[in-house]
C-alpha cells in the first residue's frame, strides 16, 4: 500500500489535486492530508487561533472529498511553513511520497517550497502546483520585481 503525505494550503479543493487523488484510485493507497496554517495578510496582525480554525475547516471540506476515495484517509493543521509541517507529519509516520498542493504566494515565491521540501527529506515529491512558468528559473535567492505601467 502506497502512502501519500499530502500537504495543501489554500489550494485544498484544487482540481489538479482531486484529479491526482481520484488517479489513484486503482491501487491500494492512503493519504495523510495537512493544511498549514494561513494567516490573513490582509490585516496587520493576525491571531494564530483564528488562522488555526479557518486551516481545520480547509481541512474538513479536503477529507470530506477525499474519504470519497479512501474512507480512511485522515489529517491535521500543520505548521504555517509547508516544510515545517511536513517535518512534523514525517516525525509521526512514514510515507512513500509527498503530494504537494502549495500556491506560490508572493510571501513564499522566493522559498520555492517544491525544492526546499525535494532537498530536505529525501522522498519522491509530486508538485501538482509548482511554479508560475515565471519563476521556474529563478534563484532562491533573486528578488521578484513587479513591473507597474
Do not use: C, K
Not at 27 to 52: I, N, Q
Amino acid at each position: 500500500m502506497h502512502r501519500y503525505l499530502v500537504v495543501a494550503d489554500l489550494a485544498v479543493g484544487a482540481r489538479e489535486l482531486m484529479d491526482f487523488v481520484r488517479s489513484r484510485d486503482d491501487e491500494p493507497s492512503r493519504f495523510h492530508l495537512v493544511v498549514p496554517t494561513h494567516p490573513d495578510r490582509r490585516r496587520l496582525t493576525w491571531e494564530e487561533t483564528e488562522a488555526r480554525l479557518v486551516a481545520r475547516r480547509r481541512l474538513e471540506n479536503g477529507l470530506a472529498w477525499m474519504r470519497e476515495i479512501d474512507p480512511r484517509a485522515d489529517g491535521e493543521v500543520g505548521d504555517v511553513d509547508p516544510v515545517l509541517a511536513i517535518d512534523d507529519a514525517l516525525r509521526e509516520t512514514t510515507y512513500d511520497s509527498i503530494v504537494l498542493a502549495i500556491r506560490e504566494r508572493p510571501h513564499r515565491r522566493r522559498t520555492n517550497v517544491g525544492a526546499r521540501v525535494r532537498h530536505a527529506f529525501g522522498l519522491p515529491v509530486v508538485d501538482l502546483l509548482g511554479s508560475p512558468p515565471a519563476l521556474a528559473g529563478r534563484t532562491p535567492s533573486r528578488p521578484i520585481l513587479r513591473q507597474t505601467a
